[in-house]
């Protein structure tokens, strides 16, 4: 067995025995558990007397006769204990303003801004889209929509205008709240003037509303009667706001994800279920304590910054740390610099940054880790992609001095919050692995008609039972929830679309990547035919694309495209000119962050004699391999010297 890194001697859930007893009490009484956590974590206006209701699976209930607001337990139970004057968000801008907003200021700001989206004519289960920076009004605007019993989806401030229409159409919002510019690295950046764009020509009749938070004061265009600054709209509100209590199952937010196949979907969370496990994981995983400040690095436009800024650690009552800007600026010894300075004890963050910071502590020694002091540390986290052994390590013995457990959390959209993750007091780590389900949660490994694999040999991860804080639903699409996360082969199971192996000697999960034509780019999701349409809407030059993943020392994966123009092949400068038309083309329509890193062009693609693209073969090509499967049934083999070499 390779060396395993010691857990904490003191944490909430200490011992391997108390995991265990954990895992045993799910066991018994799977539904008692989590109905014993929902009434200890959570708040609720009237008790629940149900725990899971499997009556028409795969569409589950939970708590669901349980009346709460999200935004109460988040915010108002804190002060009412006398937590009020607590510091909630330590927020740091991109140039290196701070400002803390306690408990109190933060429930003023929510109910001013929910008073203001409820005097608009913002009603319960109506749908609210939110286009913001990382800000304490970011969070804020989440937590209103929360106390009115509105239905968010947030938008990754990265993403075009054609992405934030397709979001805002799908969702059927009603309102938009936004920025004028966001503050990135040093450079403003426009949001305001996206939304205008993504709603010209009354693309998104539904909305009606566009409210805008007042960042840079940079110049943008106006709309009378549809747009509003914040500020205006909430400095003529009250700080109260009578929470509207809705039932267990009343769906929190949407968040939309790459599938496998066509447009991204709308994932549907709930408001019970998904504050249990949102509060529960940071208790348990995190070991939250009052005396800590939690940094969770993730943009609240993904899961990550739902579960770990804007609900989990504040429904704790717990004090975080808030950045606006990047790990990069002014130079890549931020992160560090910002641990220190707010004594930063439980940090969690991406492979893909940590990688980044590794290459930049190499070349620019000054922000090595090392020059920083970092003691306040205690715990590190790491999600959104596998975390490769040697930046394991790295983390480890340079960020966490040898002395912070690491938590490789392993969870998705879809899941809510963490499901296969070491726990600070009970976990021996492995480099590279997930390590243990989190108690009550029944992760394993099967095969491809739902029957249990060994451990020590690979196979498909799945969850055998529902949990609190799963997907309740596609918005709008409840068929492709089914046949997505619950195919038929597979009894019954949840399927994560993950490939896994557990290890035969502890059991410990690792993850070994997508096992469908979903790409992890950087710890960002990506369907590839989302990025092969992008491409093919370029309807002038592009005739056919098919795009791959290949691995990437950096960014965990690169996508890689195979373009079939509707002119010549080009080679040359002309070829790279072409090249950087496509990619800006794909950043118009869906973000910077869907570019590919390589476009190839071929005279075709290779392809089946029925006419089907050869995937297998396209990422032999795009690794650099040689091609080694059987092409007998290729149509045109000789297209694959031409794909082989970059242009
Ligand atoms: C991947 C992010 C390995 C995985 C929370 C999953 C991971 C997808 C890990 C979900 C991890 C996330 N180790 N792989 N610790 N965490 N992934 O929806 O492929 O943006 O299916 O949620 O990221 O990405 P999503």
């Not at 998104?204 to 938070?213: A, E, G, N, R, S």
């Not at 910054?305 to 504040?314: K, N």
């Not at 959209?413 to 389900?437: D, R």
């Not at 950087?522 to 795009?547: N, W, Y």
Request: a negative charge; one cysteine or more.
């Amino acid at each position: 067995m390779s060396t395993l890194f010691p857990p904490l001697t003191q944490a909430r859930i200490q011992g391997m025995a108390a995991y265990q007893a954990l895992c045993d009490e799910a066991e018994r009484d799977y539904a008692g558990y989590w109905a014993r956590l929902g009434r200890e974590y959570i708040s609720w206006k009237q008790p629940f007397t149900k725990s899971l209701d499997d009556s028409q699976a795969p569409f589950f209930k939970w708590f669901e006769d349980g009346l709460l607001n999200v935004s109460y337990n988040c915010l108002d139970r804190h002060v009412e204990a006398g937590r009020g004057d607590r510091t909630a968000i330590i927020f740091e801008t991109d140039d290196g303003q701070v400002r803390n907003t306690s408990y109190s200021q933060l429930l003023a700001l929510t109910c001013r801004l929910a008073n203001a989206l409820k005097a608009k004519g913002v009603k319960k289960g109506d749908r609210v889209v939110i286009y913001m920076p990382m800000s304490v009004e970011g969070v804020a605007a989440m937590q209103a929509c929360a106390r009115i019993g509105a239905t968010h989806s947030v938008v990754f401030g990265g993403f075009s205008a054609q992405s934030l229409r397709d979001r805002i159409q799908d969702a059927g919002a009603v309102a938009l709240i936004t920025a004028d510019e966001q503050l990135r690295g040093g450079k403003a950046l426009p949001l305001k003037a996206i939304v205008d764009d993504a709603l010209a020509d009354g693309a998104c009749p539904t909305l009606k509303d566009v409210i805008v938070y007042k960042r840079t004061g940079g110049a943008i265009n106006w709309t009378a009667h549809r747009d509003h600054w914040l500020h205006e709209l909430t400095e003529q509100q009250p700080e109260t706001c009578e929470p509207e209590w809705v039932d267990a199952e009343h769906p929190l937010f949407l968040l939309y994800t790459s599938g496998s196949t066509g447009k991204p979907k709308g994932v549907q969370h709930s408001s019970g279920g998904y504050l249990l496990h949102a509060a529960l994981t940071t208790s348990w995983t995190f070991d939250l304590q009052d005396s800590d400040v939690f940094w969770c690095t993730a943009d609240i436009g993904w899961v990550t910054g739902h579960s770990y800024i804007a609900y989990g650690p504040l429904a704790l009552g717990g004090t975080e740390l808030v950045f606006e800007g990047v790990p990069t600026y002014p130079d890549a010894g931020r992160f560090w610099q910002m641990i220190q300075k707010h004594k930063v004890t439980v940090f969690y963050t991406a492979p893909t940054a940590i990688r980044s910071l590794i290459k930049a502590a190499e070349t620019t020694p000054a922000v090595h880790p090392k020059n920083y002091d970092l003691s306040s540390l205690r715990i590190l986290g790491s999600v959104g992609e596998p975390i490769n052994p040697a930046a394991w390590l790295w983390y480890y013995e340079n960020v966490g001095g040898s002395r912070c457990p690491i938590m490789d959390t392993w969870w998705q959209t879809e899941t809510g919050g963490h499901m296969i993750t070491p726990l600070p007091g009970v976990t021996p780590q492995l480099p590279g692995s997930c390590t243990l389900p989190f108690p009550g949660i029944q992760a394993a490994i099967v095969d491809e008609t739902g029957h249990d694999v060994p451990n020590g040999q690979g196979g498909i991860l799945v969850v055998k039972k529902p949990w609190p804080s799963m997907i309740r639903t596609i918005w709008g699409d409840p068929e492709r929830y089914k046949k997505s996360y619950f195919p038929e082969e597979l009894k019954g199971y949840y399927l994560a679309g993950d490939g896994a192996s557990r290890a035969a000697d502890t059991g410990y999960f690792t993850i070994t990547g997508r096992i469908d034509d979903v790409l992890n780019v950087s710890g960002h999701r990506m369907g590839t035919m989302e990025i092969e349409s992008a491409l093919v809407s370029h309807t002038e030059l592009v005739a056919e694309a098919a795009v791959v993943g290949r691995p990437d020392d950096l960014t965990g994966e690169a996508i890689c495209a195979f373009v079939v123009l509707k002119r010549s092949r080009p080679t040359g400068d002309e070829a790279k000119a072409i090249a950087n038309e496509l990619r800006n083309w794909v950043a118009k329509e869906i973000g910077p962050i869907a570019k590919p890193k390589e476009i190839r062009f071929g005279d075709n693609l290779p392809k089946t004699r029925s006419g089907k693209i050869m995937r297998r073969l396209l990422r032999s090509l795009a690794k650099g391999e040689a091609v080694t499967q059987d092409t007998s049934t290729l149509e045109n083999p000789a297209i694959l010297d031409q794909l082989a070499k970059a242009n």
